[in-house]
């Protein structure tokens, strides 16, 4: 006999999102993320650790979560999570992630990732943007944002700030800042709200496409004969260079 939880995930899987972990349900969850399906290897223990850690969405977990057998849970997920916890959530609507991207005036920047390669540092970006309050996160060229290794990389914050994938010509309005060696030093400017921040691949940098879009180059300070930092860390500091010269709240 067919267990009923598991021809439901299947089902839906083939459309939904993958909420692969306790902490990407958690935050989804918080952040208004619709989910129909929730199960758990241990319900005793998920619900434990929310109330430990998440009390503000214990009772949404006891109303979801079903227990299923480790081995289902195993064939849910490509990777089991060591909190034996994974979800279903339906997609925001593309259109209505365009258009918070594209309102104007603008009280928080968009992050723009040019032609990312790595799932883990996509997902670790869309965190750190959702932590600054970001407007949202686009990336250009082939990498899905909504992939499910970018999104147990971002905890499950995509519900939390606006991601799609977008052409060069299709990026958000405002002014263009783009991360590069040969720009100016960020500690001599000020980036206004609106600014549309892009950052280049680790290995090849901005697309032609893109600087030739760009309005100023900036650069962030790094000792010399050191050749790069990692996506991540460029995206946190220029996002916290920009919250030290803002009045907006988070």
Do not use: C
């Not at 306790?22 to 969850?29: G, P, R, S, V, Y």
């Not at 980036?191 to 940098?205: C, H, I, K, T």
């Amino acid at each position: 006999m067919t267990d009923p939880a598991a021809a439901d995930w299947h089902r839906l899987a083939e459309t939904a999102v993958l909420l692969d972990g306790f902490h990407a349900l958690k935050h989804a969850l918080r952040f208004g993320a619709e989910v129909p399906q929730a199960v758990t290897t241990d319900r005793r223990s998920a619900l434990a650790l929310a109330a430990d850690l998440a009390p503000d969405v214990r009772d949404a977990l006891d109303a979801l979560l079903t227990e299923v057998p480790e081995a289902a849970y195993r064939s849910f997920v490509p990777r089991p999570h060591p909190t034996g916890v994974a979800a279903l959530a339906v997609r925001p609507a593309r259109a209505a992630n365009l258009e918070q991207l594209g309102r104007l005036p603008r009280r928080t920047p968009v992050v723009v990732l040019d032609n990312p390669r790595n799932l883990g540092n996509a997902g670790a970006v869309i965190r750190l943007a959702a932590g600054f309050g970001a407007t949202g996160v686009v990336t250009t060229g082939t990498l899905d944002p909504w992939h499910p290794t970018v999104v147990r990389a971002g905890a499950g914050l995509h519900y939390a700030t606006a991601v799609e994938r977008l052409t060069v010509d299709e990026l958000p309005p405002g002014p263009l800042f783009a991360l590069d060696p040969e720009g100016d030093d960020i500690r001599g400017l000020k980036l206004p709200d609106d600014a549309v921040l892009a950052f280049g691949s680790e290995r090849s940098g901005l697309s032609p496409e893109l600087r030739a879009r760009t309005d100023h180059l900036v650069s962030l300070p790094m000792r010399p004969q050191v050749s790069s930092y990692n996506l991540a860390t460029s995206v946190a500091m220029t996002l916290y260079h920009w919250s030290t010269s803002t009045a907006a709240p988070l």
